[in-house]
């Protein structure tokens, strides 16, 4: 049987699923392609991830892959002062990408499009007429950049502020001309609604990321590691909120921890840590790993896992992953949103203090929650989630 074919533009690579928003984008190709044609397009900004490249020929017709410099990108955001732009626009605009889009779209006879990050959405703008497009904003990114610019000062402030009211700006036209928007909750969906007319509302819909369950489990197979894991932190640790929240957690709770418990250990486990996480390996029984093949053992170990952070938005999978391990969690109220599995082991605090003392319940023995594990399986799993994506096209 033919399947009609889709165009699937995604910021980042979606594999292979090691990252947040790697591991929502790729279990939605996966879901598509079932019923679809792929025409993945995408960037690649971190070269490691080269090697996965044909991994993606399992569920795509084509692959058009670009490389892309991050500090190249970052130097063509600044266009954005002159142009009145988004930093956001510039940063991922590419002429090649926009000739593949064109062609491919042309080409193909190709009237479906699949966005994952709106800021893709910019390659179809000329075509909005012709098409209907589902677009994944997956969070409200503009409000991060509020949320940045509420701890930043003089010019930086400023900066922020400009890229919030932007982007926030670019999000609401890429709506416009678009069948679909949806995000990670509904909490998101609402706020993400305060920003439109109300005749847009009926096509803004939460979608909830999910786990993949056999992977992360307690009792699945894994290398071993030759750890003392007691506090466990897991995120790609060049993303600054992810940076911030090790930090804070560092500055504010981590040294009375160490009071209490001066032999306990906070292993941050991600990859492509910045100079201010390498700098504290080794210190404070504090352990940097880097990039790591597999998290699961790392969580395993752990006593407990943290989510501290202070500036996010949408669900965090590192939470999702946790509990579906059976960890006790402690988060903070950004953190845990979205997610409603409420029991004694997760502990929800945005004080420094508190959120000590909830780490130190559970460092003298490990504490197996069954129940958060029970709650992921019965909501939370991919194939129940991402269920209703394809209903959102023209089968």
């Known amino acids: 049987m033919t399947k009609p074919p889709l165009l699937f533009l995604c910021h980042r690579i979606p594999f292979p699923p090691n990252k947040g928003d790697k591991i929502r984008s790729f279990n939605m190709l996966k879901v598509l392609s079932e019923q679809f044609d792929i025409y993945l397009g995408s960037f690649v900004d971190d070269p490691y991830d080269w090697q996965y490249a044909s991994k993606l ?70 075509h909005s007429k012709s098409i209907h497009q589902v677009v994944d904003y997956v969070d409200v990114d503009s409000d991060k950049w ?112 160490r009071r209490r418990y001066p032999k306990a250990s906070f292993y941050v486990v991600g990859g492509n840590p910045t100079a201010q996480i390498l700098s504290l390996n080794n210190t404070d029984g504090i352990v940097v790993t880097g990039r790591v093949k597999d998290v699961r053992p790392f969580i395993r170990l752990a006593k407990v896992s943290v989510a501290p952070l202070q500036i996010a938005r949408g669900i965090q999978n590192k939470v999702l992953e946790a509990l579906a391990m059976a960890k006790p969690v402690v988060a903070t109220n950004m953190a845990i949103e979205g997610i409603d599995a409420k029991n004694v082991h997760i502990k929800v605090t945005d004080d420094a203090e508190h959120f000590c003392s909830a780490v130190c319940d559970y460092l003298d023995s490990k504490t197996e929650v069954p129940e958060s594990r029970q709650w992921i399986m019965e909501n939370l799993q991919w194939t129940a989630t991402m269920g209703k994506l394809p209903a959102l096209f023209k089968v």
């Open 57 to 126: 020929d399992k569920y795509c017709k084509q692959v058009f892959l670009l490389g892309q410099n991050k500090t190249w990108a970052k130097v063509k955001g600044l266009t954005a002062f002159i142009t009145g732009k988004s930093i956001s626009e510039p940063y991922y605009a590419n002429s090649k990408m926009q000739r593949w889009v064109n062609k491919t779209l042309d080409q193909q006879n190709i009237t479906q499009v699949f966005i994952y990050s709106s800021v893709m959405a910019m390659y179809t703008s000329a």
């Open 146 to 257: 509020r949320q940045y610019a509420e701890n930043k000062s003089g010019i930086s402030k400023w900066v922020y502020h400009r890229e919030h009211h932007k982007l926030q700006a670019f999000e609401t036209r890429v709506c416009e001309r678009s069948q679909y928007a949806l995000f990670v909750s509904d909490p998101e969906a609402d706020l993400f609604k305060q920003q439109l007319a109300d005749t847009q509302f009926h096509k803004v819909q939460g979608l909830l990321n999910g786990v993949d369950v056999e992977y992360f489990s307690p009792d699945s197979e894994m290398e071993p590691i030759s750890s003392n894991v007691d506090v466990v932190f897991t995120g790609a640790m060049d993303y600054w909120a992810n940076v911030d929240a090790v930090i804070w957690f560092v500055n504010h709770v981590w040294p009375s921890v």
